[in-house]
Each structure stands twice: as structure tokens, then as C-alpha cells.
């Protein structure tokens, strides 16, 4: 299987730095294995891209080669010195110890069931995500195309870099949402890693790991195509590399993994800015103090070198198409307008309050009540449009929809970390201080930067995953050992609900009002269509018309918050005879369009003028639930 060569090349950089620098440990090895691989996964693409060599070909090719030399270099030291070094793992002593990793893998392998089973689902994939890697990979190239719905440029690619290979050598969505999955397990390396250079010792590692793979949210994106495990994972890589640099002070290899980290972060979504700006600061300021001014200049230049060389495509086409490196439009949609104490203070309450929900709706009436009188004490409305992009503030009971997953005991339990360090900052140390520093200060940050709206849990993610290390350090020195593995369990207990229960892909169904039936049983399409259920029919015999028609030249006209892609799934995309491309004016990417596209059907929704009979000459052949189809000559004729 094609999808499988990126992985070996993956393994084969983990080995070999293993063998190269056995000083660094395997698992700070696999950290920096997966920074190399994910830099030069940029860099191909980009490159296969300016040829229109993203193909199944181009992509075999372009990851043989890591995988020929790594190979080619294993073998050249087996022969040269009769043995390889192989990573190890043993056992905790304790059984206590062995439930909670017993407890971490059947999370590790219940996320993973999901993600294979289930295809790319959520809303914002639907409309974006996986639409822009069918586009691309019907073009071979990350070039800007025509559309209407303009985040397929706009947004920031890097996870979608990594779907779109595995979606061409794979030859389909099925492996698409292994990406956010793999991100997971790193950021429990990651975790597990920081918790150790914070001082940690085995069972701080281990509760870093409990705390990680057990966030609510985080289970729900291990088995989807969003994006913000991918930004927690490089952000939490930057991080390891910005305490190396910490205990070490001149480490040039550092230097480089940290630039290659937050380039890497920042490719993938801009809230990564806010979760990496913090600890740049800690950092910067300690090295400038022990270096001098000249070192410490240059080698921030040599990390915003790889940060510019990785973002470099993005922006440029972004330049391109709205003549700025970000599209004008997104940073009204989200950037904070009130970025004084008022803003920053509604943002900050509104951001806590959406995971301090609980069963209780009169404990969630009287946080809501407390948040209001506050914005009523300061003169802003919870709701103002400056501050605000999405949804109206509410306090709600923990649920299980995938955009609105909450992480209330980690909250909790996260704020009664932050007082005890404040309480007994003598005891736990100043790094662990100014971790949490660094840590709040990404919070707050997140709230200065951007606008709060009611899927603001999503962007959070890696803030939950980079306290993990910082709580279970704290947690191993202020309670005794036993009470500290009975905290574990409770998360693992706390944990499983979203673990089998999310609305759109369970394991298990909710008894009453359930959207789709198991994954284990459901079949594929309809778990496609599990977030718009009303669509199912529709666009399945809009699909089969075309199809009947022997049609393979599709035009698309919808509205910008439309979900695309199911559209390239009932079309039977990827398909190498398929064309399909959108009918737009006015956009700013329109002009993008081919000249040369005449499609034999047209899709399109209530964007559309209610009167017309014909586009382009094809008449009207099908209409239901607020689609049309034009399709050339009678269906089947």
C-alpha cells in the first residue's frame, strides 16, 4: 500500500537518529524524527506542486527517498558494526501503573478503531478541509482555484498538506483522519517528554500521558480531520525544544527543531501563534541574558529562516489572491476588535466558561448569571460583534457534539493546580512556575488575539495539552503517590463518554435521539452524511444522475457554508476521469477559473436564483431540498 511509504519513512528517521545520537533518548529522537519528517512533507509538496506532480507517482517517489537513505545508512552501520540500536520499552513495577497504560492504549486503540472506520464528517471538513484536498489533488498542485467558499485558499494548509498525501496514495479519504490521530499519540510523547525536563519523575511522565490522552476534545479530533491536534502536536515539540535550549543554553541542534516546530505549528493555524509567542518570550529573554545580544540575534534568525521557508507557499499565494499574506476578510471574521482590559476580560470569562460546564443546570445558570454581571459591571455586551464571531454565550451541560465538546474536569482540576503553585511556589520550584506563566500566558494570549464564539473549545486543545506535563509534576509533588494514581483513574473514568460516545461517530449510540447507529455496523456514506442527515437523499440521487448520465465534467454553484465535499463523495471522487470545478463571480479568487470548463452537469443550492431554468445552456433536471441539478440531455438518455 502506497499510504504506508510515508510511515516507513517516518520509522526510518526515528531509527536513524537513535543510532546517530543515542544521547538524545527515543523518545526525544521520535520528537525530533517527526519535526524532520513533517518539514520535508511540506517541502514536497510544495515542490511536486510547482510541476503538477502530486500524484501517486510524484508522492511514492518524493518519500522514497528519505526511506532509500535512512534504509541505505541502517544497513551501512548494521554491516559496519554488527548490531542496530532498537527502541526499548519495559513495564511499571506497580499494577496500579500498569491499569492507567493499559488505560492510555485502549484510548490509543478505541480512537484509532473510530478513525478508520468513520470518514471525514465534521462540518468545517465537509466544507473545507477535505473540499480544498479534493481540489488539489484533482489538480496536482496547491495552485489557487476558483471557489466560493474562499477558506479553501485562504486558511492556513499544513494539516491539509498531510491529508492530501495520504489521500492520493491512499486512493481516498480512508486514512484521512489518521493525521490528527498520529498527532495525538506524539503530543502523549511530547507530553511525557516536557514532564520529565520539568522534573518529573516516572509517574509525573505517566500522569502527563493520563492527563493528555484523556482530554475530552481531544479524543473527539483524534478521530476527525480538524486541525488542532496537529498545531497542540508541533506546539508541544516547540516546546521540548525550547527547554533544551533552557537546561542547556547553547544547543544549535535546538535551535533548529524549535525553528522547524513553529514553523511547522504556524503553517498549520494561526492560533498557533498564541501558543508559542509565550514561551518564545521565556526563553528569548534567558538566552539573551546568557549569551549576549549577537549569538542570541543570530540564532533567532537561523529559527524565523525555517519559519518563513515552511510558511513561504502559503503566503505568497495568499499574497497572490488578496494582495496580503492573509486574507482581509478572516481577519475581520476573527480577530479580536477590543484588545483593551474590557475585551481581554469578556474574552478570558467567556474562553473559561466554556469548559465550566456541568450537569448541573443551576450551577450553569449561576456561572452564566456571574459572567453577566460582570460584562454589565464593565459596560460590554457578552455578545458584542467586536468581540464575538460566532454563536451567543451560554454556559452548557458537557455534551457529545464533536464542535462543542467541553473539557470540564480538566478545567477544574487545572484551576486547583494554578492556586496550589501559587501557594506553595517554594515547594514545586521556578521552572515549574514559569512554565505555568508561560502556559496562562497562551490562554490569555488566545483571548487577546482572537474573538470568542461558541466552537472556541476546538482552538483550546493545545492549551489542555501543554498544562498536562506542568499539572502532573505538580500533582506527583503535592499529593502522595497513591492519591495521585487514584486523580489518573478518575480522568480515565471521567474520559469515557466522549471516548465511545460522540454524536456523529459512536461506538456506542445514545439510547435516546441518536444521530447514526455504531460505527461497527453503520455503513460508511451514511456516517458521511451524519452531520446533515437531510442531505442523504438528496445528494446520493444527484450523485447517481450524473453518474447515469455518464457525466464527468461537474460544475458547482453553492453558498459559502456549504458542505462541498459531500458533493466529491457522491461523485465518487477521486476518480481520474472526474473534473470538477466551480461556477463563481464576484469572488476573489474567481478569476482563477478555467475558461476551457464546460461541465455537462451543474450542482447548485439556494444561492442560486430561484427562477432560472437552464446554467449554461443544461436545463433543470432534479430538485429537492434546496438543490438543483442541471444535467445535459434527460438522466439516463
Request: some cysteine; hydrophobic content about 50%.
Amino acid at each position: 500500500m502506497l499510504a504506508l511509504i510515508p510511515l516507513l519513512a517516518l520509522a526510518g528517521l526515528w531509527l536513524l537518529l537513535g543510532n546517530l545520537r543515542p544521547s538524545w533518548g527515543w523518545r526525544r529522537c521520535l520528537l525530533r524524527a517527526a519535526l524532520l519528517w513533517g518539514g520535508y512533507a511540506v517541502l514536497a509538496v510544495e515542490g511536486l506542486s510547482l510541476v503538477q506532480g502530486i500524484t501517486q507517482a510524484g508522492l511514492a517517489l518524493a518519500w522514497a527517498v528519505p526511506l532509500v537513505a535512512s534504509a541505505a545508512w541502517l544497513a551501512r552501520q548494521a554491516t559496519r558494526t554488527g548490531h542496530l540500536a532498537w527502541p526499548r520499552f519495559s513495564l511499571p513495577g506497580s499494577w496500579t501503573d500498569r491499569g492507567l497504560w493499559l488505560a492510555v492504549l485502549a484510548i490509543v486503540g478505541v480512537t484509532a478503531l473510530i478513525a478508520w472506520l468513520a470518514p471525514p464528517q465534521t462540518w468545517d471538513s465537509l466544507n473545507y478541509h477535505l473540499s480544498r484536498v479534493a481540489h488539489w489533488a484533482q489538480d496536482r498542485s496547491l495552485r489557487p482555484f476558483a471557489t466560493g467558499i474562499e477558506v479553501q485558499n485562504s486558511r492556513s494548509p499544513g494539516a491539509e498538506l498531510l491529508v492530501l498525501q495520504l489521500y492520493v496514495l491512499a486512493g481516498g479519504d480512508r486514512l484521512a483522519n489518521l493525521v490528527e490521530w498520529f498527532a495525538m499519540v506524539g503530543s502523549l510523547v511530547a507530553a511525557g517528554v516536557i514532564a520529565g525536563q520539568l522534573g518529573g519523575e516516572r509517574l509525573a511522565r505517566l500522569l502527563a500521558v493520563v492527563l493528555t490522552i484523556t482530554v475530552p476534545m481531544g479524543i473527539a479530533q483524534a478521530s476527525s480531520t480538524m486541525t488542532d491536534y496537529v498545531v497542540a502536536f508541533w506546539v508541544m515539540a516547540a516546546i521540548a525544544e525550547c527547554l533544551v535550549l533552557l537546561e542547556q543554553g547553547t544547543a544549535p541542534g535546538a535551535v533548529f527543531y524549535a525553528g522547524l516546530a513553529a514553523g511547522l505549528a504556524l503553517v498549520t493555524k494561526p492560533t498557533a501563534a498564541a501558543y508559542l509567542l509565550p514561551f518564545a518570550l521565556w526563553v528569548g529573554y534567558v538566552l539573551l541574558q546568557r549569551q549576549g545580544f549577537r549569538r542570541f540575534v543570530g540564532q533567532g534568525l537561523a529559527a524565523l529562516a525555517l519559519v518563513a521557508v515552511l510558511n513561504a507557499g502559503p503566503l505568497i499565494r495568499n499574497t497572490e489572491i488578496y494582495g496580503t499574506p492573509l486574507d482581509p476578510a478572516q481577519v475581520a471574521v476573527h480577530s479580536n476588535q477590543v484588545r483593551d482590559p474590557r475585551g481581554l476580560l469578556s474574552n478570558l470569562l467567556r474562553n473559561l466558561a466554556l469548559n465550566a460546564g456541568t450537569p448541573s443546570t443551576h450551577v450553569n445558570k449561576a456561572i452564566y448569571l456571574a459572567v453577566l454581571q460582570v460584562h454589565d459591571w464593565i459596560g460590554l455586551d457578552p455578545n458584542d460583534p467586536r468581540t464575538t464571531s460566532a454563536g451567543e454565550f451560554k454556559v452548557r451541560v458537557p455534551n457529545m457534539h464533536e464542535d462543542l465538546v467541553s473539557n470540564p474536569v480538566h478545567a477544574w482540576l487545572y484551576l486547583i493546580v494554578v492556586g496550589a503553585l501559587l501557594l506553595r511556589r517554594r515547594v514545586v520550584g521556578r521552572p515549574l512556575v514559569w512554565y505555568g506563566l508561560a502556559a496562562a500566558g497562551t490562554f490569555v494570549l488566545l483571548s487577546w488575539i482572537f474573538k470568542w464564539q461558541i466552537f472556541g473549545g476546538r482552538y483550546q486543545l493545545p492549551f489542555f495539552v501543554l498544562f498536562a506535563p506542568l499539572a502532573a509534576v505538580a500533582i506527583e509533588l503535592l499529593l502522595p503517590a497513591r492519591w495521585a494514581r487514584v486523580l489518573g483513574m478518575v480522568v480515565v473514568v471521567a474520559a469515557l463518554p466522549w471516548l465511545v460516545g460522540i454524536r456523529s461517530r459512536p461506538l456506542i449510540p445514545p439510547r435516546t435521539d441518536p444521530v447514526v447507529g455504531s460505527v461497527l455496523v453503520e455503513p460508511r456514506q451514511t456516517l458521511t452524511f451524519a452531520n446533515a442527515p437531510y442531505l442523504l437523499d438528496t445528494l446520493t440521487t444527484v450523485g447517481g444522475l450524473v453518474r447515469q448520465a455518464d457525466c464527468s465534467t461537474v460544475g458547482i454553484a453553492l453558498s459559502g457554508n456549504a458542505p462541498e465535499y459531500l458533493l466529491w463523495v457522491v461523485m465518487g471522487a477521486p476518480r481520474p476521469d472526474l473534473r470538477m470545478g466551480w461556477i463563481v463571480d464576484g469572488t476573489p479568487s474567481a478569476r482563477y477559473a478555467d475558461p476551457d470548463f464546460a461541465p455537462c452537469a451543474v450542482v447548485c443550492d439556494e444561492s442560486c436564483p430561484a427562477d432560472w431554468t437552464t446554467i449554461r445552456g443544461l436545463p433543470l433536471a432534479y430538485e429537492r431540498a434546496g438543490y438543483r441539478l442541471y444535467l445535459s440531455g434527460p438522466p439516463g438518455g
